[in-house]
């Protein structure tokens, strides 16, 4: 008889972002199964993908498109390196990101995951400034945002700031500047203090994910894009969490007419199918790094499964499918629904506040004792109802595939809503 896969996963694994003395007193929920907006437990249960299997799926699971693209790969070849050889794959897909990227990004660099995106924008930033020489090789630093996250790896949680996630690892990173979300005064301040010393300003456009989902007003993107040129600071645009369409738009930057002089993409990039990233730049950038073999000028950095020509062809198909069924066009009225939807929410005694752009929905649930985990108690009240959510501490985050149906959209908000309250209830009668 097979093994239970709860008991070994209990037995064996450890879980990302998870506290493992809670995750074994629950019995783990087993997904085995996927269509659509909808995951399928081991038990034949159907749930929302209310998180887009942690914000990267974008047209749905088993799409048959992508589904398609893979088998036909597969039949060619799974996986070659890119040091020393290219494949089509690759070499087609860096042309279609670069045709769609804001104006002026023009070299592709793939990696595995939205840490590695990140971090190769910042060594590639760094190594570049140093590269020019004379009183370029002072910037040596970095400005992000308070509350910032763009990974795991040391370099990208040298830029994080979220104190839970980063704190306990500050005697490992290198130091930077932290300015106010939104802030475009407190960006001028610090580039007005430092800015002949600092590399590059990295941020998310437009959202914060992982800090909560901290939406900037409007013009603050735009605000850095002209500070940056103003203090000749490059600038890198994280788009991993707010790139392929989850915004409104193909990408964030888009919406403010800001080209970056690096945009990291990750997760929607293969439509959630496979892991995949990529870092764009600029042609000047790139010349940058060019030289004899003995200048010693090349970019020493890569992954062995750069550029994997199966997360390729689950790209291409991706791409492919935002194009013939107008996935964006056809996202605008789900938005104006889902604003509409959020309004009840905001108005419940138990919500503090919902920040929103796109779909990307952050439902802040206020302080609350930590002992009590709010946050997984709604999504505790959420699975039983029938959907998926993910908390950021006491923030409910929503960010359904751009795919999800009308009539899905409004029933996992009402599960949401109707989450929030037991929660609330039960949380009450723990106190």
């Known amino acids: 008889m097979p093994a239970d896969p709860a008991q070994l996963d209990q037995d064996h694994l450890w879980h990302p972002f998870t506290q493992q003395q ?9 997904i085995e199964r996927a269509e659509g907006s909808h995951l399928i437990d081991s038990d034949g249960r159907r749930y929302i993908d209310g998180h887009s299997s942690l914000w990267c799926n974008v047209h749905g699971h088993r799409h048959p498109a992508i589904d398609q693209a893979l088998r ?47 971090e190769i924008a910042l060594k590639m930033a760094f190594q570049y400034q140093q590269q020019r020489g004379g009183e370029h090789s002072r910037r040596t630093s970095f ?35 932290a300015a106010e979300p939104g802030d475009a005064a407190d960006m001028e301040r610090i580039l007005s203090s430092v800015g002949d010393e600092v590399t590059a ?12 989902i901290i939406v900037h007003p409007r013009g603050y993107l735009r605000a850095v894009r002209e500070l940056c040129d103003r203090f000749g600071v490059l600038l890198i645009c994280d788009e991993v969490a ?17 080209s970056p002089d690096f945009l990291c993409l990750a997760k929607g990039i293969t439509g959630g199918y496979m892991p995949l990233a990529a870092t ?96 997984h108690r709604v999504t505790n009240e959420a699975r039983e109802r029938g959907a998926i959510v993910r908390p950021l ?12 149906s009308e009539e899905d959209l409004r029933r996992l908000v009402q599960i949401t809503a109707d989450s929030i309250v037991a929660a609330a209830q039960t949380a009450d009668l723990a106190q």
């Open 143 to 177: 400005v992000h945002l308070r509350e910032a996250y763009h990974g795991d790896t040391i370099g990208s949680v040298s830029v994080g700031g979220i104190d839970l996630f980063h704190a306990t690892y500050k005697p490992l990173l290198f130091e930077t500047h």
């Open 242 to 258: 707010t790139g392929f369409g989850r915004t409104g738009t193909m990408f964030a930057c888009e919406q403010e007419d800001v």
């Open 280 to 375: 764009l730049t600029t042609e000047a950038i790139y010349e940058g790094f060019l030289g004899a073999a003995e200048e010693f000028r090349t970019f020493f950095h890569g992954h062995t499964y750069t550029g994997n020509p199966l997360a390729c062809a689950a790209a291409l198909a991706n791409l492919d499918v935002f194009e013939s069924e107008r996935t964006i066009e056809r996202l605008q009225p789900k938005i104006r629904l889902l604003e509409e939807l959020l309004e009840g929410v905001a108005a419940m005694p138990e919500v503090v506040e919902v920040r929103s752009r796109g779909v990307m929905v952050g439902i802040d649930l206020g302080a609350h004792d930590p002992a009590l985990r709010m946050g």
């Open 72 to 118: 036909d790969q597969i039949d060619r070849v799974a996986h070659s390196t890119m040091l020393g050889l290219t494949h089509p794959g690759a070499a087609e897909l860096a042309a279609r990101l670069v045709e769609i990227a804001p104006a002026g990004l023009s070299r592709v660099f793939y990696s595995d995951s939205g840490s590695t995106a990140a």
């Open 393 to 404: 501490g006491n923030t409910v985050v929503l960010m359904p595939p751009l795919s999800i």
């Open 22 to 30: 809670g995750w074994s007193e629950e019995a783990p929920l087993v």
């Open 201 to 212: 300003v990295i941020l998310e456009p437009l959202v914060q994910g992982a800090g909560g």
